[in-house]
């Protein structure tokens, strides 16, 4: 799941960026609201860090804008301790969430792992396809019953097909689930992915190829 930061201080944005990338999230940064527009506009990211604080146009400016170009994407705002009209005014204006500063940073992947799952419409921390069960919370597979082993990257890939089982993810899409801006990868390396995966999972669950448009991940005998 890919985050995209957009705070301009820079002890601020690092914590958070290590802190969220250790919860294993791809995690970019932008250091304005200029920035963050474009980059939010292609829908490559899950969700949104915004600090209401940034050098010209403000995070609650850049949420107003957004949700009037029709950008759904979660924005989780981050506000000062005496922000209290500041956090009416975000979420009123299209914000998810807010977190209040100095935050933990445990606290803050919890937040964004709620959020993202509201928006992909599951309501736990648990997704199940077939004798398939993934914890989002503590990242760990189970397949009929045994812990499934699965690299950083394979469980990048295997939750972003799990969280839209039964729909055809695009191949794009999986790419940038598994690679942020900073990670050099080729779209055939997702094809080095899925066939790993395709080990491990055996005839357990299927991730089916859809030609031209991208993966699919199917219970048995579906
Ligand atoms: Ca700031």
Redesign the pocket.
Known sequence: MRILIV???EL?ADALKRGLGEAGFVVDRVGSAEQAEPALGTGEFDLAVV?I??PQVDGLTLVRRLRRAGNTTPILILTARDGLADRVDALDLGADDYLVKPFELPEVAARCRALIRRTRSATSAELHVGPLSLDLASRTAVLSGSPLEVTPREWALLECLALDAGRVVRKERLLRAIGGWDDELTPNAIEVYVSRLRGKLGDAVAIRTVRGLGYRLDEPGV
């Open positions: 705070e301009d201080d601020v600090d604080g940034l």
